[in-house]
């Protein structure tokens, strides 16, 4: 196992790490759930239940189906079961760090121009960013990149937005507040929630 997938394990036991979402797993792995569903079968607030979704989600844990104005979720079974591997080698985590070249397959799958694709392999390794851009052009690009972290529609808290976040630098305040100072995402009034700024208001 090395570091990368080390750290991947991580993000997957921290999100699974929690009564309520392990229920939310068994329940979705059954079948397609809305949040006032599981709220109902699970007898828990809707907002709660969005917020165990927004992390389990994050994590790649869960597919979203959009029917109409509904969001139904399920269980990813590939993510699960590569969470399944890891657990089945986690005696083979190394005591040593180890030393990888970068991983750039997924900025070549991205359908960006090549001036763009070009700032993610020079600003991140292994889809962590290494560093922040001092020009706002290749600001926007990184920007661009984290906004696709998050899904259209989905209200989440501050510490929901520095969750995610922190997987892709450990300075999320600097992240979250470039996000909104170049509106890719809105703010309600006092911080209480975000969301990712709608299409037909999108940054050019």
Known sequence: MDT????????????????????????????????TEMAGLLELSEPTISHHVSKMHSAGLLRLRMAGNQRF?????????????????????PTEPETKAADHAWI??????DADKKVLRDYTKNERLTQFPTKDKKLLVIL?????????????????????????HEDYAV??????????????????????????????
């Open 175 to 204: 992240l979250r507040r470039s996000l909104i100072d170049f509106g890719f995402m809105r703010r309600e009034r006092g911080g209480g929630n975000y969301w990712l700024t709608p299409e037909d208001e999108k940054v050019e």
């Open 108 to 113: 070549d799958a991205l359908d960006w121009d």
């Open 144 to 168: 661009r990149w984290l906004s696709t972290k998050f899904e259209p529609g989905m209200r989440y808290n501050e510490k929901e937005i520095n969750t995610i976040l922190t997987q892709f």
């Open 4 to 35: 990368e997938q080390q750290r991947d394990l991580l993000i997957l036991l921290k999100t699974l790490a929690d009564e309520q979402r392990l229920t939310m797993l068994g329940l979705m792995s059954q079948r397609e759930c809305t949040v």
């Open 73 to 93: 979720y399920r269980i990813n079974e590939i993510r699960l079961a590569k969470f399944k591997s890891y657990a089945a080698n986690i005696e083979a985590i």
